[in-house]
């Protein structure tokens, strides 16, 4: 079954929502970090529009990501921010996923998910997605790619203004407006929205609050823009469920006490400038957040631990790209220098009001202290050799230094400082064969850096209390090659990769403390492809079929050499078709296939099953009317019962997992003055 419904999906043809025809070359900022055609790129690039988001039946945009080909999101906390893993880390997806908001890194230093719901989806113009790609222009966590989200931008001379809102399922409602003002010298948007939601899962309510605002000076030579956004998010946590549990009580909370709280904000000021003979551009950007959460103990064999984290970031990015011709080709340079300055202070205690108290027998606390200073120039060559031959040379040095201690232990092993300096290139040559057909080649190196929450355990010293263990910095060597087929109505991409990891970095549960693993090796081929029928019907459908593998070495005293990693699904499938019923009727649906995988914490592979495979439909109908548009959404149509992570007890005996919700509805209205 698995086999035929890859087959469909891959002869399929098509896009969820062609908001432009294919013909057209988009522009993107990924690849270079300054604005280019689409079709230039020296590697396979997808966008998401503005318009395919409103037209998906996605009410995230880790569901909106997991429908494009390589990319798989899975709860394993309870919260909307889902995990994200491009091309097959498992558990540590989010750590080799990189992921930016107009060109400005969202990951941070700590072991949390992305912030997705801090960005309110009406404030999205685009989402540029470079696959196995990204290290040398943005630096560590680029090995299984890049995600950029381009928020929009006030346009020159145009006014708009929105208000909508939704009703669903589980008492979901949210309110969100938008306007954007703009003359032929200056203009502002501001985006905010108010969402609630009980959930499917008991003690899973979420309020979710954000306003995303930009004022942008523009004029021939230039521009210049102040981005501010803020965001705050209140989250009860319900905890897995046993395999009994799912049979009995799917929705009830394993942990009725538990909650997360998250408080952030973003101010990045950008601006680039024609200097004639190039271009310049640069950002100053600050993120400040704090996080609050409870998680009681419920075995009564410990404590409850109340933790209060608050990091702050200050960025500073400029570069140059200069364009010239030597020897007969067509040429640019872009070079430029990465400063990120990072502070962390986490304080961890059983209750809020021992945070400052010093830990006793009875009462463990914490304050974890952390910098990293991350100093980096990276230089990227393009030529054109012939009119259809491009070559892209890049590299990047960087220069880390991570310090960590708890001010609490006064230990030697309880503070530590490592510098690294690591280092990315890449190679990168298309060539096209035809007008419509093309291939293309990479290789290159990239890297991880440790995150705080890897370097220090709180329970990991040797008499069970804190320790600060330096990691090496994960490496991985990357190659891949791929073809693409594009006209007017059809496009289609396929592309094998292979990525051998040495260092990598992951959890060790026998010793609370994380460990650079023996080699691992990721490989895989994507299958994506996109075609508009008619101008009122479009199609689209991708395969991903993944094989992540130890390639030698013993974890502990077990030796693990060519073991499956786990939650990385062989194969992974996604179809989708967009309908324009009537002039203002409109259709959308997609179908989402996740294969079977190992559990967590089975890297011995002994585990007697395999977590199982689902299929989860979503659609959406949409009517307009003059200004007003109305729509309704079902997800889970078919009220498949599945989850998409869970992990395997210490004794091999059972596992724990989250169960996702059964079918649910949502009524969406939107009035644009």
Same mark, same amino acid.
Not at 166 to 169: F, K
Not at 201 to 209: F, I, L, P, T, Y
Not at 225 to 248: C, F, I, W, Y
């Given at each position: 079954m698995k086999r035929s419904i890859i087959a469909v999906l891959v002869t399929a043809a098509a896009p969820l929502a062609l908001a432009q025809s294919? !013909?057209?070359? %988009?522009? *993107?900022?990924?690849?270079?970090?300054?604005? !280019?055609? !689409?079709?230039e790129a020296p590697v396979g690039m997808?966008?998401?529009? %503005?318009?395919?988001?409103?037209?998906? %039946?996605?009410?995230?945009?880790?569901?909106?990501?997991?429908?494009?080909?390589?990319?798989?999101?899975?709860?394993?906390?309870?919260?909307?921010?889902?995990?994200?893993?491009? /091309?097959?880390?498992?558990?540590?997806?989010?750590?080799?996923?990189?992921?930016?908001?107009?060109?400005?890194?969202?990951?941070? *230093?700590?072991?949390?998910?992305?912030?997705?719901? +801090?960005?309110?989806?009406?404030?999205?113009?685009?989402?540029?997605?470079?696959?196995?790609?990204?290290?040398?222009?943005?630096?560590?966590? +680029?090995?299984?790619?890049? *995600?950029?989200? *381009?928020?929009?931008?006030?346009?020159?001379?145009?006014?708009t203004a929105s208000i909508g809102g939704?009703?669903?399922?589980y008492g979901t409602k949210e309110v969100r407006a938008g306007v954007s003002v703009a003359g032929q010298n200056i203009g502002f948007n501001v985006f905010a929205n108010d969402y609630a939601s009980?959930?499917?899962?008991?003690?899973? /309510?979420?309020?979710?609050?954000?306003?995303?605002?930009?004022?942008?000076?523009?004029?021939?030579?230039?521009?210049?823009?102040?981005?501010?956004?803020?965001?705050?998010?209140?989250?009860?946590?319900?905890? +897995?469920?046993? %395999?009994?549990?799912?049979?009995?009580?799917?929705?009830g909370a394993s942990t009725p006490g538990d909650f997360a709280k998250r408080d952030g904000a973003r101010v990045a000021l950008a601006g680039s400038h024609d200097l004639g003979f190039g271009q310049f551009a640069a950002e100053l950007g600050y993120r400040d957040t704090m996080r609050t959460s409870l998680l009681k103990d419920y075995s009564g064999s410990g404590t409850d631990t109340y933790t209060d984290t608050h990091s702050k970031v200050w960025s500073f990015t400029p570069r140059l790209k200069v364009p010239y011709t030597a020897l007969g080709f067509q040429n640019s340079l872009i070079v430029g220098i990465d400063l990120d300055y990072w502070d962390y202070l986490s304080r961890r205690a059983p209750s809020r009001d021992l945070l400052d108290t010093p830990p006793s027998p009875t009462s463990p606390s914490a304050h974890v202290v952390a910098t990293q200073r991350d100093q980096a120039f990276f230089a990227q060559h393009h030529s054109a050799l012939t009119e259809g031959t491009k070559l892209t040379l890049g590299a990047r040095w960087q220069r880390t230094t991570v310090t960590a201690q708890d001010a609490f232990n006064p230990a030697a092993y309880a503070s530590g400082s490592k510098t690294s300096t690591p280092l990315a290139w890449e190679v990168a040559l298309r060539r096209d064969l035809t007008s419509s057909t093309s291939v293309y080649g990479r290789a290159g190196r990239s890297f991880r850096l440790p995150t705080v929450d890897e370097v220090y355990s709180q329970f990991g010293g040797p008499v069970f209390d804190p320790i600060v263990t330096l990691l090496e910095p994960q490496t991985s060597r990357d190659y891949e090659l791929g073809a693409e087929y594009r006209t007017a109505t059809l496009r289609l991409r396929a592309s094998a990769f292979v990525m051998n990891l040495s260092n990598e970095i992951y959890f060790f549960a026998p010793t609370f403390s994380n460990i650079n693993l023996p080699p691992t090796r990721r490989r895989g081929v994507e299958l994506d492809a996109s075609a508009a029928i008619s101008p009122a019907f479009s199609l689209f459908a991708n395969a991903s079929l993944s094989d992540a593998r130890f390639r030698d070495g013993a974890i502990g005293s077990v030796d693990v050499s060519g073991n499956v990693i786990p939650l990385v699904p062989r194969a992974k499938a996604n179809a989708g078709i967009t309908w324009q019923l009537a002039p203002k009727t409109r259709f959308s649906g997609v179908a989402r296939y996740v294969g079977t995988q190992y559990y967590d914490n089975d890297q011995t592979n002994s585990f007697p099953n395999l977590m199982p495979a689902y299929t989860v439909v979503d659609v959406k109908f949409t009517q307009t009317a003059d200004r007003l548009t109305v729509g309704i959404a079902v997800n889970n149509l078919f009220n498949k019962l599945y989850y998409s992570y869970a992990i395997r007890n210490g004794a091999g005996t059972s596992f724990n997992a989250y169960p996702q919700p059964d079918q649910t509805f949502l009524l969406t209205a939107e009035y644009r003055l």
């Open positions: 294919l !013909e057209e070359q %988009a522009v *993107i900022v990924t690849a270079t970090r300054f604005p !280019e055609s !689409e079709l997808t966008v998401i529009t %503005a318009k395919q988001i409103g037209d998906s %039946a996605a009410k995230t945009l880790p569901q909106l990501l997991s429908q494009q080909a390589g990319i798989l999101t899975r709860d394993n906390t309870g919260g909307p921010d889902w995990q994200i893993d491009m /091309r097959g880390f498992g558990v540590t997806g989010d750590q080799n996923t990189l992921v930016l908001l107009n060109g400005q890194r969202l990951n941070e *230093i700590e072991l949390t998910t992305i912030g997705w719901t +801090a960005i309110p989806l009406d404030s999205i113009e685009r989402i540029e997605i470079l696959r196995g790609s990204g290290s040398v222009l943005y630096g560590g966590g +680029a090995t299984g790619g890049t *995600i950029n989200i *381009i928020t929009k931008r006030p346009p020159p001379g145009a006014s939704s009703l669903g399922t009980d959930n499917y899962r008991a003690n899973n /309510r979420v309020e979710q609050k954000n306003l995303s605002s930009s004022v942008r000076l523009f004029g021939p030579q230039g521009d210049l823009a102040l981005k501010v956004d803020v965001d705050s998010q209140d989250l009860r946590l319900p905890g +897995a469920r046993t %395999a009994a549990e799912l049979e009995t009580d799917r929705r």
